[in-house]
């Protein structure tokens, strides 16, 4: 292997010894981008990086750095590589990871995986050294910048937990999509409400990043519908062993009457297709993770394999399809269901969700398995509400074996009595839950009170180069007016 010149501590593989194929050189393409980071959580705002990177171009390589480079430059890691690299591969818009590439972007590397651009936000990221992480590739001319996520990032993720603060809660998404609740005059709410409402049709897009993909639904029914169970599932009041997946200790004894509710819809896609398999998945996926991220690609895996078993894949059948609507698609059509900040923090206590419910509904609408989004649907099923989903009465509902939280009652009674009720087996991520990541925060807080300490002292080195940065380009524009002046004697 040969050391790398332009950067300290960086390393050129030679061909077989690169970490994601192919090992010989790619001949570089416009249409083929970069885009590298820690990716520690895969908050919306490393989402929002990605899709608009992939709108650049047709394909989207996504370069993950080392735990060790990240501890060099930056502070202690939260996630494992491994889970990084999960939760990477799985958002929709990406083509392919790779793993351990170079705290400072390297021309050696794009240029080995056939990219002509490195994408990155509007902010400076900086090395060890307080130097650009993206020098190379600027000089170069071979970087495009795109608008930076507002308001979300890992250190304010990280923040919430160490401060135990509850400000990020969303009482009503639907008041705060229509401007009605937040902070701010009336004007700014509204004005709020409106980039929210864009943010979540822009998630919704498919693998293009262009067009129209997952569609976006609001439930609206009381609180008490929500939080707790219905008059339903009363004759289930028993202890059982599959207890819902949100976990706190409150039983919810007090049963209330069932309610149909409402859905109206805030984002269409291309909805259920003919002969799909619809299956409903519900969560409050917090700090969405590779732990949610492995049961949805479970949940998939087992739904292709019955279609498998029916005769999905077979060359006639796609031919069927293909005459029938233009165009070939898998056997599963997967529903997310997220519940409100108040039904989690009910249940779970403290200041959970660490995420609020819009950041969590983006979190999981960009991943590739799921097909639609539910906002504000109930913890404890219920049969009105399963028989009126807007794709009708689904075909199966998915949940995990593991209980967190000793319920009094099912939260899955309704879909067992209706026989559609499934069940996913342990994995090799089961424990990666917003509890966990907590818990990892907590044991290592002096590290990660450290890391924002140094994230706010490079803060300001990092103002100081976008303040010259800003002066070097209004230079620019002021020599070439000049210039345009005096060609036309002005």
């Known amino acids: ?30 249409d083929r981008i970069w885009i590298d980071g820690c990716f520690d959580f895969s908050h919306h705002g490393h989402a929002g990086a990605m899709l608009q990177a992939r709108q650049l171009g047709t394909e989207l390589l996504v370069g993950i750095h080392s735990d060790e480079a990240i501890l060099e430059n930056k502070g202690p890691t939260v996630m494992t590589l491994k889970e990084r690299v999960n939760a990477v591969e799985a958002c929709r818009w990406v083509t392919k990871s790779i793993s351990h590439a170079p705290y400072v972007t390297s021309l050696p590397w794009i ?10 936000g509007d902010d400076i990221t900086s090395d060890s050294s307080g130097e650009d992480c993206y020098r190379f590739v600027k000089a170069a001319d071979r970087f495009k910048v795109v608008k930076r996520t507002p ?76 939080e707790r169970r219905t008059t339903q599932t009363s004759s289930h ?5 599959h207890g819902h997946s949100h976990g706190h200790h409150r039983s919810g004894s007090n049963p209330v ?34 732990g949610h991220i492995e049961f949805l690609r479970l949940v998939t895996e087992a739904e292709e394999e019955a279609g498998r078993q029916r005769g999905w894949y077979t060359e006639e059948a796609k031919a069927e399809r293909i005459a029938q609507t233009g165009s070939d698609y898998g056997p599963v059509f997967l ?20 995420m609020n419910i819009f950041e969590r509904g983006l979190c999981v609408l960009q991943c590739k398995y799921v097909h639609t989004v539910i906002f504000g649907t109930p ?15 689904p075909n199966a509902v998915y949940h995990g074996v593991t209980s967190f939280m000793p319920l009094t009652y099912d939260p899955y009674a309704p879909a067992k009595a209706m026989g559609i009720y499934r069940e996913i087996a342990n994995h090799e991520f089961q424990n990666v839950n917003a509890g966990h990541i907590v818990e990892r925060i907590m044991k290592g807080r002096a590290m990660y009170e450290a890391r924002q300490r140094l994230k706010g002292e490079k803060g300001m080195g990092e103002e100081a180069v976008r303040r010259k940065e800003e002066m070097e380009r209004e230079a620019e524009r002021e020599k070439r007016r000049r210039e345009v002046e005096g060609q036309f004697g002005l």
């Open 379 to 393: 913890f404890s099923l219920s049969h009105a509400f399963l028989v009126t989903l807007p794709y009708g009465t």
């Open 151 to 226: 308001g979300i990032s890992t250190t304010d993720l990280v923040g919430r937990m160490l401060l135990c603060t509850k400000t990020h809660f969303i009482h009503s998404l639907e008041k705060m999509l229509a401007g009605e609740e937040g902070p701010g005059s009336e004007e700014e709410r509204k004005k709020t409400g409106e980039a929210m409402k864009q943010r979540i049709k822009d998630y919704a897009t498919d693998s293009t990043g262009l067009a129209p993909g997952s569609e976006v639904w609001y439930w609206h029914a009381s609180r008490s519908a929500k």
């Open 1 to 30: 292997m040969l050391r790398r010149q332009s950067a300290k501590g960086e390393w050129i593989p030679s061909p077989g010894q690169w970490p994601v194929d192919p090992q010989e050189d790619v001949e570089v393409s416009n």
């Open 335 to 354: 529903i997310a269901g997220i519940h409100d900040d108040d039904v989690i923090n009910h249940w779970k206590g403290i200041n959970y969700p660490i």
């Open 237 to 241: 009041n028993r202890r059982h062993s």
């Open 257 to 290: 009457k069932e309610e149909k509710g409402t859905f109206a819809q805030l984002a269409s896609g291309t909805g259920a297709r003919p002969g799909q398999s619809v299956v409903y998945v519900d969560g409050g996926f917090d700090l969405f993770s590779s």
């Open 111 to 120: 240029s080995h995986y056939g990219c002509q651009y490195v994408v990155h």
